[in-house]
């Protein structure tokens, strides 16, 4: 029994990270139907969009983004910028309208997904598009997201975020990771969540959501489940700043996933009603599995443990094995060599995902969060 534990959980462990993508790779390789290609329809007749940016207490970065979002290659008359501040108290509205926002909502503090649905329903766009208060979108990026919607299934377009800043932090390895692993889910059945910098709904498919969730993880999977296409289009390029360090990445990943939790748990990301075959595969491999790392590893390390204990080699190597990449996490600050920082991450990032799972289960999820400092 000990040793189907470690062989089980290692097994899972694996084709989470690894075999997974492979799978999907394989799949697309069988496949014979491929997506339209947009390019052409980026010269389509462009149709409103409302860009809306939720911000709490964001004055140090809301003027660079009204004016990188009024500088965008989309027609102005077709492009309504509108700024929801959540509560802010430090000159964020002030900054926002001298910065040239078509609104700026003051809207008590009540967490980013209610700042969203207020400036929603006072949005006049076909599309509604979104961004953080400190993304910065490239010239085209509107225009890339607005040609998947030629396709009258798609409802939701979620675009590449790239990071800004160096330090410990190794965030923007794991995105480049992520967003491959998008790109494959996006031709195959459609990706499994989004991000936050850089994405789009049609207004007929907005959903509105519990309050302490996130457009991120539950508008793609309930938009599937109604029918939609949710589609990662990596044309459509964000840049933000990352956390400088490891640390300051666990307590932002912490906080999500203490938001993250509610859909998991309750939000219906893990009931298979609604999803096509090769979705549900995807909201298995993906995101089921991801959300139990911490727990297979934990149970890795205990049967290792015990195998060893009883002077098994295969519970010796395994064992040995773990040691050494917590012992490489624990060195890391230290002497900062790449192996030893990726090594951090990875504990810390998974770590994040069993702490955020305690914060929700002691003490419930609000429906506002803070920030990071320096970060998105």
Not at 21 to 29: E, K, Q, T, Y
Not at 103 to 121: F, M, S, Y
Not at 205 to 225: G, I, N
Not at 275 to 296: C, I, Q
């Amino acid at each position: 029994m000990t040793r189907a534990v470690l062989w089980s959980s290692l097994a899972l462990l694996l084709y989470t990270h690894a075999g997974y993508p492979a799978l999907l790779w394989l799949l697309l390789r069988l496949r014979r139907e491929h997506d339209a290609d947009p390019r052409d329809a980026i010269r389509m007749e462009p149709p409103s969009v409302s860009l809306i940016v939720a911000a709490h207490d964001e004055a140090g970065v809301i003027a660079g983004r009204v004016a990188n979002a009024r500088a965008l290659d989309y027609p102005r008359d077709r492009l309504d910028v509108i700024v929801a501040s959540d509560g802010s108290t430090d000159g964020t509205i002030e900054r926002a309208r001298a910065a040239g926002a078509d609104r700026v909502l003051e809207l008590p503090r009540g967490g980013k997904v209610a700042a969203q649905d207020a400036a929603v329903e006072l949005a006049h766009g076909e599309l509604l598009a979104f961004s953080d208060a400190n993304s910065a979108w490239a010239p085209d990026a509107l225009r890339h997201l607005v040609a998947r919607f030629a396709d009258p299934r798609i409802g939701y377009v979620c675009g590449q975020v790239g990071f800004l800043g160096r330090g410990s932090n190794q965030e923007g390895v794991y995105w480049r990771y992520e967003n491959a692993v998008r790109a494959l889910e996006s031709r195959l059945a459609g990706i499994t969540a989004g991000n936050g910098a850089i994405y789009a709904v049609r207004r007929s498919a907005y959903l509105h959501l519990d309050p302490r969730t996130s457009h991120d993880l539950s508008f793609p999977f309930s938009m599937v489940k109604r029918g939609w296409r949710a589609v990662y289009e990596p044309a459509a390029r964000a840049e933000e700043r990352m956390a400088p360090t490891v640390e300051g990445e666990f307590r932002r990943k912490r906080r999500m996933m203490r938001h993250a939790w509610p859909t998991v748990l309750a939000g219906g990301l893990l009931s298979p009603r609604g999803y096509p075959r090769l979705y549900a595969l995807e909201v298995a491999s993906h995101r089921a599995l991801r959300y139990t790392s911490p727990a297979l590893h934990l149970a890795l390390l205990m049967a290792s443990a015990a195998l060893a204990a009883r002077r098994d080699r295969l519970g010796r190597a395994a064992l040995a094995a773990q040691v050494a990449v917590l012992a490489a996490a624990g060195a890391a600050p230290v002497v900062p060599a790449r192996p030893l920082r990726l090594a951090r991450y990875y504990v810390l990032v998974t770590g994040a995902l069993a702490a955020g799972l305690w914060d929700h289960l002691r003490e419930g999820t609000p429906t506002s969060w803070e920030r990071e400092p320096g970060t998105r």
